[in-house]
């Protein structure tokens, strides 16, 4: 899902990016982190190396590590995955700043994140969207465990 939400035609910042990196490893465990930085990697190969990439696959690992602590209900995940956002929102627009795109000063640093508020504006509402998607999934899979789980008691008795 990754590679593909990079390929198809979108907003700038609307894919599942985010919303992957931060449930992957929360319901996956942090294993599978090296696989969403290769996907990364293998994606800006074909997109286009850029200047900030190291700050981008930084934010993921970030992101996937920090996950852990939110994997408590839908409330805490949907929240982890929106301060996640933020997080690789705060990251890559300071690698935005540090390669010198706004220059070397505090309103330089100031300038670029204000220019970043609508690119932040398509993540957010991406995060949520393949939240939402992601935590129906989930609920799903609930559901169904419970249902096996009740015929085995019912069966037992």
Request: net charge positive; with cysteine; glycine share 8%.
């Amino acid at each position: 899902m990754l590679s593909i939400s990079r390929f198809i035609p979108h907003p700038p910042n609307f894919t599942s990016l985010l919303a992957l990196s931060f449930y992957v490893p929360a319901i996956l465990g942090a294993r599978f982190l090296p696989a969403l930085v290769i996907s990364f990697f293998i994606t800006d190969l074909i997109i286009g190396l850029h200047s900030i990439a190291l700050f981008t696959w930084g934010s993921v690992i970030l992101i996937g590590l920090l996950s852990k602590f939110f994997t408590f209900n839908i409330t805490t995940r949907v929240s982890g995955s929106l301060i996640g956002a933020s997080l690789f929102f705060l990251i890559t627009n300071f690698g935005v700043w540090s390669v010198g795109s706004y220059g070397y000063t505090l309103e330089g640093l100031i300038a670029c994140y204000i220019v970043a508020v609508p690119f932040f504006g398509y993540t957010l509402i991406s995060t949520i969207i393949f939240s939402a998607i992601i935590e129906a999934f989930l609920q799903r899979k609930i559901l169904f465990r419970k249902i096996i789980n009740s015929f085995k008691i019912n069966n037992q008795c």
